[in-house]
């Protein structure tokens, strides 16, 4: 009489906990992202010029394609993603014309400020359906 004799193994692939790796990451983006705006404000004590400079510096956008790049977005995604930044910076200005002028007439820093974050909003608004209407999104 032949045994069949049944042979089994069991293959444990160890990979990196991906979950725990991508928290860390996320935090370390978050720490970056809050040192850059720790910086901006220090460096406004001494000199409000040297800050515009750094805060005009488009650093956000350029950790956003980083990041997106690292976690496997393709080349063409982050070449859509740069050419909208482009179209809606437009609407991003609104905020710093909007806030002197106010500051100027009198207007103190917060209701200016709100204004200004308003005005911002209602011209993404507008920028995103003219980008929509004619094409213009990445």
Known sequence: ????????????????NTNRMSWAFDV???????????????????????AA?????????VLAMMW??????SAEEISGFAKDIVWLLLPSLLMFIVIPVLI????EFYPALGVGLMT??????????IMEKYGLTG
């Open 53 to 61: 400079v750094l805060a005009s510096v488009p650093i956000v956008s």
């Open 120 to 129: 911002t909003i209602v011209g993404y608004f507008l920028m995103v359906q």
């Open 1 to 16: 009489m032949a045994r069949h004799s049944k042979l089994t193994a069991k293959v444990v692939f160890l990979l990196p």
């Open 104 to 107: 100027e007439r009198g207007w």
């Open 68 to 73: 997106m790049n690292h976690e496997g977005q």
């Open 28 to 50: 370390g983006k978050i720490g970056l992202t809050a040192l850059i705006i720790f910086a901006v404000v220090q460096v406004s004590e001494r000199s409000t010029l040297l």
